[in-house]
């Protein structure tokens, strides 16, 4: 039994969904929508079929409604108001408001807001006849593509996907991001309607951002921390993922290894496509952890295909890449973007145990910093305090305050605020943050 609505701002969102999923149109190109039926390129015929079955789903919620009161107008926004009133909702309403420059949509008066993340995956279906049941951890040889809608709390923090049960137990409050819809879209769709959003935006706000976890890492999981990243920098533009077959399970390193090895091509592919197809003016890249080996070697082929590809920022953290095939193929990084940023900590137990297990030391490990030529290492051993030290990347808050200086601003390490100047025993330069 469905649950009734609460607000029209529920309405609408609902009401977005619908449509989303018929038309296979991003959820928030609806929301943005002055003319629905023609921003889904549908005619009077397939239009007449939406509203068709739009009714029937209302009523079988329990919304019997006449046909006069569901004429669609221009938005769906007038829309769920024509419908509230002929159901007499009474519930406090609210405001859908949005901020085109970020993806970021406050959907109710509780600040709660929702964030669009577009992806590709080589991971198979959890059900290969329902993209909203998942991904695997299996391989796919094909890769799929989609946006998905995540929930951001209004009690969420900078950093945080979320509270210990312990905490919201005794704080009595959820601040958890949930991943609330999954949409798939076929390839060339997914790069066409990028390509509308950024034609959108301002020419200095079409950016895009790339984010490829690490190890240990479920496509949920994925979905998650890229939302969280995207809403934490506040990114101009759009926030992108690709998430490779990880087993998402602290046995499954051996498997990882392989897996992401054998991704390689797929997310060569998808950073190349993101810049040749997107519309994007700059496309910058986020790599975690062991997804520093697949962007290492994207990044080589591309360049060793076409020439290199100009990126925007490129930032590296907690790199689980051999030290020597890093200093061998970084030189690709510099090559390839406006700046190249590697951070690095003495901290990380999931990196140190890494070079324990192939006994050999990792880029993102230290002691000793390295220094490689052209890129800037920045230190950021004193600000991860957790048990491993591992997730910095979107967990402390001094490296998103860097990261986001970097997107916006392009700035060197020394017009960085918190950055401290360092030298290693061979004189060369690094940094330091929360010194």
């Not at 921003?39 to 239009?47: A, I, K, P, T, Y």
């Not at 290894?257 to 994007?280: C, K, N, P, Y």
């Not at 030391?361 to 890129?375: D, E, K, Q, S, Y």
Request: glycine content about 8%.
């Amino acid at each position: 039994m469905f649950a009734p609505f609460r607000s029209r701002s529920e309405l609408f969102i609902w009401l977005i969904g619908f449509v989303s999923e018929k038309t296979g149109v991003l959820p928030d190109q609806i929301r943005m929508s002055e003319d629905v039926q023609r921003d889904c390129h549908l005619s009077d015929e397939q239009w007449s079929a939406l509203v068709a079955e739009l009714g029937m789903q209302l009523s079988v919620r329990g919304y019997h409604l006449t046909e006069s009161n569901l004429r669609l107008p221009a938005t769906l926004e007038q829309l769920a108001k024509q419908i509230s009133v002929s159901i007499g909702m009474t519930s406090a309403e609210s405001t859908v408001s949005v901020k085109k420059n970020r993806h970021l949509i406050t959907v109710d008066g509780q600040n709660n807001a929702e964030i669009a993340v577009w992806f590709g995956t080589n991971r198979k279906l959890n059900d290969p006849n329902d993209v909203s049941q998942g991904f695997s951890s299996e391989r796919d040889q094909a890769v799929h593509y989609g946006t998905c809608t995540v929930f951001i709390p209004a009690s969420h923090k900078i950093g945080s996907l979320g509270s210990s049960w312990i905490r919201r137990l005794l704080t009595r409050t959820d601040d958890r991001l949930k991943l609330r819809q999954l949409h798939s879209l076929p390839t060339d769709a997914f790069w066409s309607q990028i390509g509308m959003y950024m034609t959108s935006l301002a020419g200095d706000e079409r950016h895009a951002v790339i984010f490829v976890h690490g190890y240990n890492v479920s496509f949920e999981g994925a979905a998650l921390r890229a939302a969280q990243i995207g809403c934490d920098l506040a990114i101009s533009g759009i926030m992108a993922f690709f998430s490779w077959p990880s087993r998402g399970s602290l046995k499954g390193y051996a498997a990882d290894e392989a897996s992401i090895e054998a991704s390689e091509v797929h997310l060569t592919q998808f950073i190349s496509d993101m810049v040749e197809r997107s519309g994007a003016s700059k496309v910058h890249l986020v790599a975690h952890s062991m997804g520093n080996r697949g962007v290492l070697r994207a990044i080589n082929n591309v360049m060793a295909k076409n020439g290199p590809h100009k990126y925007g920022q490129i930032l590296l953290a907690a790199a689980d890449v051999d030290i020597d095939t890093f200093r061998n193929l970084s030189a690709a990084y510099v090559s390839s973007s406006a700046r190249t940023t590697l951070y690095v900590s003495a901290r990380d137990r999931a990196v140190e145990a890494s070079k324990w297990l192939h006994n050999f030391n990792r880029a993102g490990l230290t002691p000793p910093v390295n220094v490689f030529p052209g890129i800037d290492t920045i230190s950021v051993t004193n600000v991860d305090m957790s048990l491993l030290g591992h997730g910095y990347v979107g967990e402390a808050r001094e490296v998103l305050t860097d990261m986001h200086d970097l997107l916006i601003d392009d700035a060197e390490p020394a017009e960085r605020f918190g950055l401290r100047r360092l030298m290693t025993p061979a004189s060369q330069v690094y940094w330091e943050i929360g010194g």
